[in-house]
Structure formats: structure tokens, C-alpha cells
């Protein structure tokens, strides 16, 4: 309980420093469009992947699964659009980023601090948590949605490939069933989730680095429960915001 | 000019720091000495503020540092420069970058003028050809310098070094002792080094305070040293075993 209670405490008396204004505007943006290069447009590849395989691969268990002459065919392009949406490429794609880009912050704050970088700047005058975490946090929250949109896309196609390569289906079924009944909240319910889940995250992986002690293997440990974490956060927010938006 | 007043520092019940009263003096490079675990260390990190302190007052000039509120601390710490013992370059930006990045934060000055300071202080280090260099690319002695022009770039009233030398080798230890000797006279800074090598001690000691667990042990200049008979100091100062023959020579030009 004592743990628990010092994780938010420390987190809460970080993220105030964090969330406050930084000293230059134009350095702030500089540091933005430098950590959506870092931590958002060199996370395309793994997501990019992992949405075609998984687009492929619920495309596939719903033409198994749903193998019914009472079931329109079309629905399986229905059902992996609305997964797609709903849970894959917020929920899913944020748990896969939480370990590529999680352990990323983790490790190079830690690394600041035990190296005293962080020390040199705090000395320096500058607030070390908003200088590093701030633009972070602002980079994930504005580029992962766009992540989540291309996600979507690409696992839709992924399922059409599926369908259009093993004749499971029939592909033009399977668009006809992409274009059923779409629902614009649905996207923005994901859109909602992805920013958060990236805010989720940037600031707790941050939080890890940035309270890191020692040596390396305290960097290592520390990148290790980042990740723990923020994997745990995504999942207990995912409840709390299906709660909030859907029902 | 740096005091500080009955400073008492500890961790986990363990005092460190225990009564330490200290002048340390403006334009004169003060040397904290002391054996590893002293708490040199720590005895600095209290006066810049990176741990808070138990009791006791730490006065820049007139103005009680440690009191402070955590703005006036940082917009204080703008007139504080520090060379950490291994540099702290940022490891993600260049030898330009990690110059200019105070200059960034705290001035105005057009694009122009940064770069003409940058490339000063790199100059005043006896650095040159080396901007566009990332930390990693660099030998021990081009950080220290390096983190010194970083240090030196906003005019700093106080500098404080913590081991400067450590992990260079002697004649590179003598350039980086003597640049802070004629940075600190250049500027009139108050300097305070943290240090256990013996050659700064003798080299640019103007003021010696060694700390032996955690208390002021002895306070005196270079000169004093040799002739002092205090044991613990002369036990610290005579370790090395050149240092012993020459004692035993009875050469007191080290």
C-alpha cells in the first residue's frame, strides 16, 4: 500500500513539474518535432507489421469461426474493421508501443540521470522534467492517433489480402463488409484511447527514468517496470474509457 | 564568496555531513580534499542544491541559497556554472549544442552572436574544430574542457568543479587544473573544487578545507599543508608513496 501510495505520490509531484510552461517556446518546438521523429515516425515499421498480420489473421478466425450459411459473409469484413477500430489499434498497438517506445524513454532518462546529465541541467537552471518529459509527451499524444489510423487501415488490408490470397472469401464481400454500418464515434472513441494510452506511457515511463538511481542495471530494472506499468495503465484505462465513451 | 554555517547533512539516520563552517573566498579556487566517502561530494551537491540540507545556512554572497523558493533557486542557479566528474555533456547533442544550451534557455541574443560566444568559450578552452562533435567522439580531456565552456558560457559568479581530473592523466590534469585557475582569476568567480589529487592540491590550492568524516577537519592554503601536523591530513597528503620519499628527502617543493 506504502508502495502504491509513493508510486502517485512521486508521479503527481513529477508531472506538476512537467506540466508547466516551458522556458522557450521555440526550443519547446524544436524538441516536439525531434521526439516525433524519435519516438513516432520510427515506430511506422512495428506498427505497420504488426496491424498487417493481425488485420490478416482476425480476417482468417472470423471466416472460420463464423461459417454459417444463416451468416452473411460480409460480416467478417465488418468484424475485423470494428476490431480493428475498437481494440486493436488503440488497445493493442499502445501495449505493443509501450515496450519499443517505454523502455526507449526509460533508458534514456535513466541514462541522463545516472550519467548526471540531468543534474548538469537542473544546475544550469533549466527544469530537467519538463525540458525532457514535456515534449515526449506532447510528440506520442499528437502523432500515436495518427499510428492508430494508419493501423486501422493497414489491417483492414491485411485482411483483404488474407481473403483475396487463400479464397477463404470472397473479397469484394469482405469490402462490402468494411462499409457496413460505420460508426464515426467509433473512431473517435479510438482516437481518444490512443492519446491517452500515449500519455500514459510517455509520463510513466519518464516518471521510471527520471527517479532512476545507481547503475546500469537500476536503468535496466527500471525500464523493465515501465513497461510492467504502462502495460497495466493501458488495460485498466481501456476498462475505465470503454466505461466513459461506450456505454 | 560562498559560506556556509553549522551545515548538517544525512541520509537514512547516517550524519555525512556534520557542523561544517566554511568561507569559501571569491576569485581563489577553494579544494575540498578528503578520502573517498568523506563527503566532499555531498558537500557539494548541498551547496548547488541537488540535496537539501538538514540544518545549518548556505549563503551565496548575502543570499540565503538553501531558504530559497524553487524559482528564485533556479533563476539563482543561472549565475552558477559546474564541470561534473564525468562531463554531463548531453549525449544526444553536439559540442556546439551543449555550449550554446544555456545560452538557448536564459538570453535573447540573436542566432549570430550565440554562435560567436560558443565558438569564444571553445576557444578559451583551447578548443577549436571540434563543434559539430558528439560527446561520444570526444577524448576525456575534450569533455572536461567542453563541460568548462558550457560552464563558463553565461559569465557564471560561482563555479563549482566536482573532481575535474578524475580519469585524466597528469599532464592533462595540470592544463585542465591551470584553466580553471586563470578562468576563475579571469572572472573573478568564487571556484569551489572537489578534489583528492594531491598535484591540484599543489597546484592551485589557494584555499585547502579537508573534510574527514564529514567534518572540517582542517582549513589552510597549499603551503600550510606540508608543514601542518595534523595526522589524519598528513595521512591523506602522504599517501602515495612519492609523496612519502619525498618527505623523506625532506623536498618540500613537491
Known amino acids: ?31 516536439v518535432s525531434f521526439e516525433m521523429e524519435a519516438l513516432g515516425l520510427n515506430s511506422i515499421g512495428i506498427a505497420a507489421i504488426i496491424s498487417i498480420f493481425m488485420g490478416a489473421v482476425v480476417a482468417l478466425q472470423m471466416a472460420i469461426n463464423l461459417e454459417s450459411p444463416f451468416i452473411p459473409r460480409m460480416l467478417i469484413g465488418y468484424a475485423t474493421r470494428e476490431i480493428m477500430i475498437l481494440e486493436f489499434s488503440s488497445t493493442v498497438v499502445a501495449l505493443i508501443l509501450a515496450g519499443k517506445v517505454g523502455s526507449n524513454i526509460a533508458s534514456e532518462i535513466g541514462t541522463m540521470r545516472i550519467t548526471e546529465q ?36 493497414i489491417g483492414c488490408f491485411g485482411g483483404y489480402f488474407i ?36 500519455f500514459l506511457i510517455t509520463s510513466i515511463s519518464g516518471m521510471y527514468g527520471y527517479y532512476a538511481h545507481g547503475n546500469s542495471l537500476e536503468v535496466g530494472r527500471a525500464s523493465t517496470k515501465a513497461v510492467v506499468v504502462s502495460s497495466i495503465a493501458i488495460l485498466a484505462f481501456d476498462l475505465i474509457l470503454t466505461q466513459l465513451i461506450l456505454i | 564568496m560562498i559560506t556556509t554555517e553549522h551545515l548538517y547533512k544525512s541520509f537514512d539516520n547516517k550524519e555525512v555531513l556534520d557542523d561544517i563552517s566554511v568561507v569559501f573566498e571569491q576569485g581563489k579556487t577553494n579544494l575540498i580534499i578528503g578520502q ?3 563527503g566532499k561530494t555531498v558537500l557539494l551537491k548541498c551547496l548547488v542544491g541537488l540535496h537539501p540540507i538538514d540544518k545549518g545556512a548556505i549563503l551565496y554572497d548575502d543570499v540565503c541559497f538553501n531558504t530559497l523558493s524553487a524559482k528564485d533557486r533556479q533563476q539563482m542557479r543561472r549565475h552558477v556554472g559546474m564541470i561534473f566528474q564525468g562531463g554531463a555533456l548531453l549525449d544526444s547533442s553536439t559540442v556546439r549544442e551543449n555550449v550554446k544550451l544555456p545560452l538557448d534557455m536564459f538570453t535573447d541574443r540573436s542566432e549570430k552572436e550565440k554562435i560567436e560566444r560558443v565558438n569564444f568559450c571553445l576557444k578559451r578552452v583551447n578548443l577549436e574544430n571540434v563543434n ?23 559569465n557564471p559568479k560561482y563555479l ?34 572537489n578534489t583528492h589529487d594531491m598535484n591540484s592540491v599543489m597546484e592551485i590550492g589557494e584555499k585547502v578545507i579537508f573534510i574527514h568524516k564529514g567534518r572540517k577537519w582542517w582549513e589552510g592554503t597549499k603551503y600550510d599543508i606540508l608543514d601542518s601536523d595534523n595526522p589524519e ?3 591523506f597528503v602522504f599517501a602515495s608513496a612519492m609523496a612519502k620519499r619525498s618527505k623523506e628527502c625532506g623536498n618540500k617543493n613537491l
Open chain 1, 118 to 153: 540531468i543534474d548538469a541541467l537542473e544546475i544550469m537552471g533549466i527544469n530537467s522534467a519538463n525540458y525532457l518529459i514535456l515534449p515526449k509527451i506532447i510528440a506520442t499524444v499528437l502523432f500515436f492517433p495518427f499510428l492508430a489510423i494508419m493501423s486501422t487501415i
Open chain 1, 1 to 31: 500500500m506504502i508502495k502504491f501510495l509513493t508510486f502517485f505520490g512521486r508521479y503527481f509531484i513529477l508531472m506538476r513539474r512537467v506540466l508547466s510552461k516551458p522556458d522557450k517556446w521555440y526550443i519547446f518546438r524544436n524538441r
Open chain 2, 233 to 235: 591530513l598528513n595521512a
Open chain 2, 36 to 38: 573517498s566517502g568523506s
Open chain 1, 163 to 198: 481473403a483475396w490470397v487463400t479464397g477463404i472469401m470472397n473479397p469484394v464481400d469482405y469490402v462490402d463488409g468494411l462499409m457496413l454500418d460505420f460508426k464515426s464515434t467509433s473512431i473517435i472513441y479510438s482516437l481518444v484511447k490512443i492519446a491517452v494510452f500515449a
Open chain 2, 160 to 193: 563549482f568543479c566536482d573532481e575535474p581530473n578524475s580519469g585524466l592523466d597528469p599532464m592533462t590534469s595540470v592544463v585542465i587544473d591551470n584553466l580553471i585557475k586563470e578562468i576563475t582569476e579571469e572572472y573573478n568567480m568564487t571556484t569551489i573544487i
Open chain 2, 132 to 154: 559539430d562533435l558528439y560527446p561520444s567522439e570526444l577524448s576525456g580531456g575534450m569533455v572536461k574542457r567542453v563541460a568548462i565552456a558550457r560552464a563558463i558560457v553565461l
